[in-house]
């Protein structure tokens, strides 16, 4: 793993990170649960026909929270891992109501959500070691191996609603 390269990133409080998602997502997979349980069985048992609805919802939401914490579970369990490779793309995007952003990195056949300061400094192309957790792909560093001979492409003409074609 001491493969020479530029350090980008390191997070040292890694395996707690692991822990606090694994502990998160148990907790709201057993509110989820509680509720489904509590709330909407009791209802169907009683002929109330609208919580089907709202009993899917809810095991919708049972399942994706138990798989969240059942991979931080496994993760837990494992040893990191590296991947190894060329950058292919680089995007931001907004999340939680568009007021904070994440910066992803597509590496090989992983997508990575990495820090603005090691987002900033690669671009397609550059060849780079990611060391992460296997199933949630948690970052624990990364270090740049090789810059791209080629400067990054310039963004792509945007469309809007008013004129649907590319901009020049």
């Known amino acids: 793993m001491d ?12 395996r707690a990170g692991v822990v606090r998602t694994a502990y998160a997502y148990a907790a709201l997979t057993c509110i989820a649960l509680a509720l489904l349980l509590g709330v909407t069985l009791p209802s169907l048992l009683e002929g109330s026909s609208g919580a089907v609805i709202s009993g899917g919802v809810l095991a919708l939401f049972a399942w994706l929270f138990f798989q969240e914490a059942y991979g931080a579970w496994r993760d837990l369990h494992s040893e990191p891992t590296e991947t190894r490779g060329a950058v ?8 939680v109501l568009w007021f904070f952003r994440s910066h992803y990195v597509h590496v090989e056949r992983a997508v990575f959500d990495v820090p603005p300061t090691a ?21 624990i560093a990364v270090h740049r191996i090789e810059r791209s001979a080629t400067p990054p492409a310039p963004p792509r003409p945007r469309r809007t609603l008013r004129d649907p074609r590319p901009r020049r």
């Open 3 to 14: 493969e020479p390269g530029e350090l980008l990133h390191r997070h040292e409080g890694h």
């Open 88 to 95: 292919r793309r680089t995007w931001a995007k907004g999340t």
């Open 119 to 139: 987002w900033a400094d690669l671009q397609a192309g550059d060849v780079v070691r990611v060391e992460h957790w296997p199933r949630t792909k948690r970052v």
